[in-house]
RNA sequence: GGGCCUGUAGCUUAGUCAGGUAGAGCGCCGGGCUUUUAACCCGGUGGCCGGGGGUUCAAAUCCCUCCAGGCCCGCCA
């Protein structure tokens, strides 16, 4: 069975049928592939749950109450001020890395283009921004419910986490009077406010029914399971270590009156580029780039069809390719899992590659077939390169007999996310198709000097032949013929001369591409 | 130091939770398509399931142990 659907199993089983189920992803900069799986690992859990026919929600919690903890590379030093302060509350920085005082805030600016991804993915949750959920006061209760039982808490903390926490913790942190939660001391708690003295000796009153401070990181996780009733949240593996803030979650979560989700742990996507420059630069790949480049329902298939607790390698070079064809080949010939011969084992692969194609959908209950391209990545990499319209590509499909009639949207996004791969660094050189301008001396070295002489007619005969695929077809075959070489061979010399390799996508083509005077100056030098 | 995950064919892996004769794709090899679209079709090669021990009628699967690799653990989501 698929892990979505064997979650949504288990859930139903201990939560009954309603479910909400949740990601929460700290907008402190440029969102980057591993959230991707961070919210499909949920959504996909939410999907499972409706086909089960239960009564699921999905919510995206943007934790824009964090506060800025460092003045990241990308900022200017003018951020320096605003360290401590919640990520809803400080302005988002322009294009030099400066506060923008009159854009969106910091969360909103980084959140924007994500949401936009998202909707491309299929993925619509609906979104809870954290400070609003403090500034509707309902944190209210269990803040207030924290501060009572402070000493519970810290014993739990300080237990499962092994962790000691300093005399003067206390489970809330209030904004000060420069806004912002750093060198802020607790002086004492009246309901509903929380009294205190900041670093510039200033003191002040934190509303608990306001956003006018937070409860630490373990505890805010812990209070929001049970103010939204959240009954799954996957959560990456730094959360699933011994004494993680799941660890401390789930007891604090039932100590302030609320039922957790159970553990559950995904493990993290790396990225390993393909091309050189990524890895001396160390860039992450974001969602938006990589969109750009992956079809949307191929990106989800990479979280669908592959299991939780295994890292995925995200990569934009040559496993691309695999990865592409692999969908291909099970939307166009699906798994049967009701198939008579089907051992235990195949049967189980079956159900579970079934599910995986369902997940990958951009839209729930979509038809895989609607995402057939009907050519594999690796084929129309080649065409792509070769031609430089989009129409001579479709005809050239429709001559190989790939397609009939008009490309269906899903052919059209795979040239397009195929033509900016091509574009990008991502791309990997031995699917590059370098056309060369002279023969080289390595692959002379590869012609008898038959088929020299094939290439050398053959420019003689071009000159005065028709510019056309099927006219170029025909003068190879007679310049051949005419050589003493055979068909193959004079193929071999050619892809050799123009290519440098013994292989190549059809020669005809290929010629017609690179033009009268080019191939001719080709085969004659 | 604490913990998690992984180890199955040359490569990527399914199958491990619910034990029942090791599956797939890529690659490779051979053949076909009346002489090449990196296409397509057919067939084939290939694995003491990391090592060892135990439980069982039966172990890739459960238990113990060892080896190898990856990763997480600063109130930091």
Known sequence: MHWADFTAEKLSKERGNRQVACSGITPSGEFHIGHIREILSAEMIHRACLDAGLDSRYIFIVDSMDPLRRVYPFLSEEYEKYIGCPLAFIPAPNSDGKPDPNGLSYAEHFLGPFLDALAEIGVFPEVIMNHETYSKSQFAEK????????????????????????????????????????????????????????????????????????LPWRIDWAARWGIHGITCEPAGKDHGAAGGSFDTGLPICKLLGSEPPSKMVYEWIQVKGAGPMSSSSGNTVGPIEALNLVPPEILRYLIAGSKMNRHIDFNTGSALFQMADEYERLVA?????????????????????????????????????????????????????????????????????????????????????????????????????????????????????????????????????????????????????????????????????????????????????????????????
């Open 143 to 214: 803040i207030d419910s924290a501060i009572e039982q402070a000493d519970e808490i810290r014993e739990i903390i300080e237990t499962i986490s092994g962790r000691e926490l300093d005399d003067d913790w206390f489970p809330y942190k209030p904004l000060g009077s420069d806004g912002s939660m750093d060198g802020v001391t607790v002086t004492g708690y009246e309901k509903p406010f929380v009294h205190w003295t900041d670093r510039h000796g200033k003191s002040g009153s934190a509303d608990i029914r306001k956003a006018e401070g937070k």
């Open 333 to 525: 010939d699906p798994p049967n899992p009701d198939a008579e011969d089907l051992t235990k084992r195949q049967r189980v692969a079956a159900i579970t590659q079934s599910g995986a194609m369902r997940l990958s959908q951009i839209k729930r209950g979509g038809d895989p077939l609607d995402s057939l391209a009907g050519v594999t990545f690796r084929h129309l990499a080649m065409l792509a390169q070769i031609k430089t319209s989009d129409d001579d590509v479709w005809n050239s499909l429709r001559n190989s007999g790939h397609l009939s009639g008009e490309p269906n949207s899903a052919l059209q996004n795979r040239l397009e996310r195929m033509r900016n791969w091509i574009g990008s660094i991502h791309f990997p050189e031995d699917a590059r198709i370098n056309i060369q301008k002279v023969i080289d001396e390595n692959s002379r070295a590869q012609l008898s000097s038959e088929q020299l002489s094939f290439l050398e007619k053959l420019a003689v005969e071009l000159r005065d032949s028709e510019w056309s695929d099927e006219t170029i077809g025909n003068t190879i075959r007679m310049t051949s013929a005419n050589s003493g070489v055979s068909g193959r061979e004079a193929y071999i010399a050619l892809y050799w001369a123009m290519l440098g390799r013994s292989h190549g996508p059809k020669a005809s083509a290929l010629i017609f591409e690179i033009g009268k005077n080019a191939a001719i100056e080709l085969f004659s030098s």
